[in-house]
């Protein structure tokens, strides 16, 4: 994407040539020795280059061409006019420092160029050293000493404390730890423990408090599914797992910086915002006026099941949507104590991905989350991978009576952690994941946001176009051909006869060019995509502002796919955690996406000018239905129909 070498460059050499020409000369005929001249020559040119630079590259100068065009020509006037005044004055030729202004700055961006090809062929080949063909899914290198150091926990402080370093909260101080740009809080509780009475019961808001905690470790996981390809699996799990992390500038202001709230991925029964691809020091560091939140949340059968049916069942009427009052009270917590991290309780960004782009559309839905959030960005994740009626969430509750041989709530009770834990395990085909049940959520969420439920959320929808390969990579070929089945089935019992016709035609079709898992994936995929679009179109007739992204990169290893574990890293900038899901950032993109993330999350117009970022053409990401197409390392706005089939 970005040019070694633009005209803006050139425009610059320009003028620094002068002073680097001009700087020689007046220092010779002064009858200064050499070096003097060498040195005012240095000076005076890095001085000019540094002005023109921050003159050229300016908002001003780059937001339209008509400016750029008249500073060329000021440029080229004011360098033609020195040279012919040097040369009949001095015979000094200013062309001649031109012409070696012009290979300097030319010649470091080439060698920078190839310095960087050569870090990424090594990293590459580094890749496909670990990962083969892929074939295996994602495969972690992980060391005793790191699994050591992220388990560490939080513990109550004393005596003295860094108090740089410290928040104030109504729910206590809590102590973090500098790294680098930022500082990092981590493992802040946002309610009470959901511990034993507390177990299956909505979140408890924590009392006010004075005392004084570390922050310096992440919380517990939720307890959760753990697949082949998941690094969560070497984090401890508990039930007590409602906590949260927060990255701010080290440098602290006196002005508020919108929020920026990351719902972590998985598929409602796995995830945690532990995983490095979710850390927020590298996007925080390159963009200090954004404070990042992440947190956990309870997932599968301790977050999404109905006990309505179970003797006893009826003390718990929220089981069914935990995970979604979790995360109200999460974004709750955020709303009355991030001022403390220098955040604006007022500009608050929800980012979402997979189940937690679903849990976003779903909470913009909710009458118990309003005004919690004004932005979404939402990628991989739509309110049609939630159960239209509780039946589904009953079934689970059935089910895990039979798998722990249990008839009541006061049997499920008395049973440990992990006795629920390798249920889950057993119960993972069964599938877990939010109820639109008319209450909390409406259970028609579409046609809530054609009414305008939503009004006054700006929202980004996300679309992978390779995603159901890196979903193979997290949950193993075992796990993947049986979960592809079970969704394709509820697909089909949903539809009228004549579209469940359709869909056996198309699988014929398909399975004529390939075999049949890859031809139900894709139907899968593009099913998910269509209630993606779908979700826009009807955020955007309820009178919400709505842009579209569809992510249509390439993996490096085919079969690792390219999904939500790219576009996360992407976003964030989080370059080794991208190497260990098996493939390498692409600066150029992550720039220009955390660019215009930055832009969003701050309210600023979504459009690039000309070298905004340094060798990257303008553009205009246009609200839907026009989508951001990011292809083959480039990125361009277009019509659906532009999109690949």
């Known amino acids: 994407m970005k040019k070694l070498f633009t005209i803006d460059d050139f425009s610059v050499a320009v003028i620094s ?34 002005i023109m630079h921050k003159i050229v590259f300016s908002k001003t100068v780059q937001k339209s061409t008509t400016n750029r065009v008249i500073t060329y020509i000021i440029c080229f006037m004011i360098f033609m006019i020195v040279h012919i005044v040097s040369f009949v004055q001095t015979g000094v030729s200013m062309l001649d420092y031109l012409l070696e202004n012009f290979v300097y700055v030319v010649g470091l961006p080439i060698l920078g160029f190839v310095v960087n090809l050569l870090i990424r062929a090594y990293r590459v080949g580094k890749i496909r050293e670990r990962y083969g063909d892929g074939r295996k899914g994602y495969v972690f290198d ?53 511990v034993g009475e507390r177990r299956w019961k909505a979140p408890e ?3 006010v408090s004075e005392a004084v905690f570390e922050a310096r470790h992440f919380g517990a996981s939720a307890v959760q599914v753990d697949h082949d390809g998941s690094i969560v699996k ?131 839905a909710c009458e118990q989350a309003k005004g919690l959030f004004q932005k979404a960005f939402v990628f991989n994740g739509s309110p049609a991978s939630a159960y239209g009626t509780p039946e589904e969430a009953r079934a689970l ?37 939010p109820t639109c049940d008319g209450s909390l959520i409406p259970a028609d969420v579409d046609q809530a946001f054609r009414n305008g439920i939503a009004s006054g959320i700006e929202f980004v929808v996300g679309i992978p176009g390779h995603e ?123 720039e220009t996406l955390q660019c215009l993330l930055e832009k969003y999350i701050s309210g600023d117009t979504l459009q690039l000018y000309s070298n905004e970022i340094k060798g990257i053409d303008a553009f205009d990401w246009e609200a839907f239905p026009l989508a951001l197409i990011v292809s083959d390392g480039s990125i361009s706005c277009n019509t659906l129909e532009d999109l690949p089939d």
């Open 17 to 50: 040539a002068l002073g680097y020409g001009f700087g020689e000369v007046i220092a010779k005929l002064s009858g200064w020795s050499m070096l003097v001249c060498g040195l005012i020559s240095f000076v005076i040119g890095i001085a000019l280059e540094a």
């Open 234 to 364: 070497y984090h401890r799990q508990s039930e007590d797992c409602l906590t949260l992390n927060v990255w701010s500038a080290a440098q602290k202001t006196e002005i508020k910086k919108p929020v920026l709230v990351l719902f972590h991925h998985g598929d409602f029964t796995c995830g945690s915002s532990v995983d490095p691809l979710l850390y927020g020091d590298q996007f925080v560091g390159r963009h200090p006026g954004i404070v990042f939140v992440s947190f956990n949340f309870r997932l599968g059968i301790f977050g999404f099941i109905d006990f309505s049916e179970v003797p006893g069942g009826e003390a718990y009427p929220d089981a069914i949507n935990l995970g979604l009052l979790d995360q109200i009270a999460a974004l709750k917590w955020i709303k009355e104590n991030i001022a403390a991290f220098g955040g604006d309780p007022a500009r608050i960004t929800v980012l979402g991905f997979d189940a937690g782009a679903t849990s976003v559309c779903l909470l913009a």
């Open 397 to 433: 509750a059935r089910d895990l009576l039979k798998e722990t041989k249990t008839g009541t709530m006061e049997e499920l009770q008395r049973l440990d952690t992990e006795s629920l834990k390798k249920a889950a395990q057993k119960l993972w085909q069964n599938m877990c994941a």
């Open 142 to 194: 992980v060391k005793e000493e790191d699994i050591e150091e992220v388990n560490r926990q939080n513990r109550l402080v004393g005596g003295e404390y860094d108090e740089t370093c410290a928040a104030k909260t109504k729910t206590g101080v809590f102590v973090g730890e500098k790294g680098g740009k930022t500082i990092g809080w981590f493992g802040i509780p946002y309610a009470k423990p959901p």
């Open 205 to 207: 808001a924590l009392p």
């Open 468 to 590: 159901m390969q890196a979903v193979r990579s997290f949950v193993g070929n075992q796990k993947y051909t049986a979960g592809i089945m079970s969704v394709l089935a509820d697909l089909q019992s949903s539809m009228d006869p004549s579209a469940a016709d359709t869909v056996r035609e198309y699988l014929e079709t398909q399975t004529a060019s390939s075999d049949n898992l890859d031809a139900e994936s894709k139907l899968v995929e593009q099913w998910l995509a269509l209630c993606m679009v779908r979700c826009a179109a009807s955020l955007s007739e309820g009178g919400n502002n709505v842009y579209l992204m569809y992510w249509d990169e390439k993996p490096l290893i085919k079969n690792l796919g390219s999904g939500t574990m790219d576009v996360v890293a992407a976003m964030l900038g989080n370059s080794e955690a991208t190497q260990m899901y098996g493939n390498v950032l692409n600066a150029d993109l992550s």
